[in-house]
Each structure stands twice: as structure tokens, then as C-alpha cells.
């Protein structure tokens, strides 16, 4: 098992950046697809980034794509989230999440492990 823990976030500005991080312990954090979600108050979880285990083939969503940057160093077991160009729609719950399977996914089922989340929030 792989246990996850987020960190970074919090109350920011409309166009102001953020970066979330997602710490690892457990198991071998190389053999985990690593992937962002997340939830806003009355809307279903949404799929925000999904990095490969090395790191090679991330993904995002189309919310956050070319807004955010998703990157992950196994040495330290961590994952980050560069979001910038923050919107009010943001807002959100952020989780971390993790799974074993091959190939980067984009969907909520795929995942096996899945952090507490962290609010963000973004004010006009």
C-alpha cells in the first residue's frame, strides 16, 4: 500500500499561481501512476493530471491544460501540481491518487490509493 498526504494549499487570487505536492510513503513510489482530482462544491470529481512513473507521459484535463504543470520526483517520493493563472473556478478540493496499472489514466476508477484532499480556493 501507498499512503498520500497533500500539501499547498489554500485561499489565493484570481491569476495568482499555486503549487500543490503530494508526499508518498509506503511502497516504491516509482511503481505508482501518479494523478490530480479534484471536487467542487455540487459537481462530481474531476480529473485535473496524471504523470507516468517515470515521469515521461503526463496528462491534463482540459480545465487546466496549459495552465499547470505536473511533475513528480521519485527520489523524494513526491508529486507537485504547478498551477498558474488561477481562476475563481478552481475552486476545489484537490486529491492526490495513485494506481499500478500501465499507462497514464485519466479516470477516478483507475485508482487504487487516494490522499485526504486540500481545499483551494481561488477569490475574484
Known amino acids: 500500500q501507498v499512503q498520500l498526504l497533500e500539501s499547498g494549499g489554500g485561499l489565493v487570487q484570481a491569476g495568482d499561481s499555486l503549487r500543490l505536492s503530494c508526499a508518498a510513503s509506503?511502497?516504491?513510489?516509482?511503481?505508482?501512476?501518479m494523478g490530480w482530482f479534484r471536487q467542487a462544491p455540487g459537481k462530481e470529481r474531476e480529473f485535473v493530471a496524471a504523470i507516468s512513473k517515470d515521469g515521461g507521459r503526463p496528462v491534463y484535463g482540459d480545465s487546466v491544460k496549459g495552465r499547470s504543470i505536473i511533475s513528480r520526483e521519485n527520489a523524494k517520493n513526491t508529486v507537485n501540481l504547478q498551477m498558474n493563472s488561477l481562476k475563481p473556478e478552481d475552486t476545489a478540493v484537490y486529491y492526490c491518487?495513485?494506481?499500478?496499472?500501465?499507462?497514464?489514466?485519466?479516470?477516478?476508477?483507475?485508482?487504487?490509493?487516494w490522499g485526504p484532499g486540500i481545499q483551494v480556493t481561488v477569490s475574484s
Open positions: 491518487a495513485a494506481n499500478t496499472a500501465i499507462g497514464v489514466w485519466t479516470t477516478q476508477s483507475a485508482y487504487d490509493y
Open positions: 509506503g511502497r516504491i513510489f516509482g511503481a505508482y501512476t
